[in-house]
């Protein structure tokens, strides 16, 4: 069992999928005061600004702690969370017929055992169709994903090539930890 250290949806349903028992329970961390200068080292500071809060509060001795952070580049651009429906498509427009990396930050604390992890998986899309971005908006599905990309849904009919794991561009880098699991 390990405490994941985050709100997100996908990342439990990584965890189940994955067969990782899990509790989930988080402490909040601003991100709007990070100023990167690339997208590692954003995803990188506020992961780490998860975890301190994180660990602050809950410790890993009753169970090991799970934090991470996503982040979208594409174009040279930090893709963030959208904060309404027109930068939404503003991000997707970016995204569109493009080169897109997606870099997970993940660290995983035992009372043994620290684990710091940035990957990230490259996509190369098709141009997005319009009428689905349209309908994509209007389904909010797209609230609370960094750079409103999901690959695993959306963005899955417009992938063209795939260089990383699926489970770094949705949030959690499950084989990287697997293998770190007592």
Do not use: H
């Not at 990782?20 to 005061?33: A, G, K, T």
């Not at 602050?56 to 009753?62: A, L, N, P, Q, R």
């Not at 609370?144 to 770094?168: L, N, P």
């Amino acid at each position: 069992m390990l405490r994941l250290a985050s709100s997100s949806i996908t990342r439990a349903q990584l965890l189940s999928a994955a067969g990782i028992p899990y509790l989930q329970q988080s402490i909040d961390f601003d991100e709007d005061s990070i100023v990167a200068p690339t997208p590692k080292n954003f995803v990188y500071q506020a992961t780490l600004g998860k975890y301190r809060v994180n660990f602050e509060k809950f410790g890993c001795t009753d169970y090991p702690l799970l934090v991470a952070d996503t982040v979208v580049t594409a174009q040279g651009k930090i893709l963030r969370k959208a904060k309404d429906e027109a930068d939404a498509r503003a991000i997707l427009a970016t995204q569109s017929g493009s080169e897109v990396s997606i870099i997970t930050c993940m660290i995983y604390k035992t009372p043994r055992l620290e684990l710091m992890d940035i990957s990230s998986t490259r996509y190369f899309f098709d141009s997005f169709d319009p009428d689905a971005v349209d309908a994509y908006i209007q389904s909010g599905d797209w609230r609370g994903k960094a750079g409103a990309c999901m690959v695993e849904g959306f963005c899955k009919s417009y992938i063209r090539e795939t260089r990383g794991y699926e489970s770094t561009a949705m949030g959690l880098s499950v084989e990287v930890l697997k293998p770190f699991l007592t």
